[in-house]
């Protein structure tokens, strides 16, 4: 089970990937429990996330996308269930946080304003120093 990139982020949702390979036959079930800190294991119920299925040749995929908020404390677990029976998924990752929001329009030309002016800062520094060097090699001139 992996914590999967998704774009729901910004939509208050975080997703998770469950994936069954090398089955045969390849037809599988997943099921999707959750823990709070330590407490009991429970069943997710469907208000509170959507599951999506991927089939391929030799391999199929499960995205559990959860509807939580970022204080949220749930640990997830993905089980297989299979003819041999069932699998559970050896970790129980946290859900992944959503990522910081993006710099506005304003930030960002502040913050090029602020790497223009300390640019200019650099090449007049380097430009003082270098004609403080030639003048005081040229020293005073002697007939």
């Given at each position: 089970?992996?914590?999967?990139?998704?774009?729901?982020?910004?939509?208050?949702?975080?997703?998770?990937?469950?994936?069954?390979?090398?089955?045969?036959?390849?037809?599988?079930?997943?099921?999707?429990?959750?823990?709070?800190?330590?407490?009991?294991?429970?069943?997710?119920?469907?208000?509170?996330?959507?599951?999506?299925?991927?089939r391929e040749s030799?391999?199929?995929?499960?995205?559990?996308?959860?509807?939580?908020?970022?204080?949220?404390?749930?640990?997830?677990?993905?089980?297989?269930?299979?003819?041999?029976?069932?699998?559970?998924?050896?970790?129980?990752?946290?859900?992944?946080t959503p990522p910081?929001?993006?710099?506005?329009?304003?930030?960002?030309?502040?913050?090029?304003?602020?790497?223009?002016?300390?640019?200019?800062?650099?090449l007049v520094y380097?430009?003082?120093?270098?004609?403080?060097?030639?003048?005081?090699?040229?020293?005073?001139?002697?007939?």
């Amino acid at each position: 089970m992996y914590p999967a990139a998704s774009r729901a982020h910004l939509e208050g949702r975080s997703s998770l990937l469950c994936l069954a390979s090398a089955m045969f036959p390849p037809l599988v079930q997943f099921s999707w429990k959750r823990r709070k800190d330590s407490g009991p294991l429970e069943d997710v119920p469907s208000a509170e996330g959507e599951q999506l299925q991927l089939r391929e040749s030799g391999r199929t995929a499960a995205i559990l996308l959860v509807h939580q908020r970022e204080d949220s404390r749930y640990k997830y677990r993905c089980s297989v269930h299979h003819e041999g029976g069932a699998v559970e998924a050896p970790t129980e990752p946290e859900v992944c946080t959503p990522p910081p929001p993006l710099p506005s329009q304003h930030q960002v030309k502040l913050l090029c304003l602020l790497y223009t002016v300390l640019i200019v800062k650099s090449l007049v520094y380097c430009c003082g120093l270098s004609l403080l060097m030639v003048l005081r090699n040229k020293g005073p001139s002697t007939i």
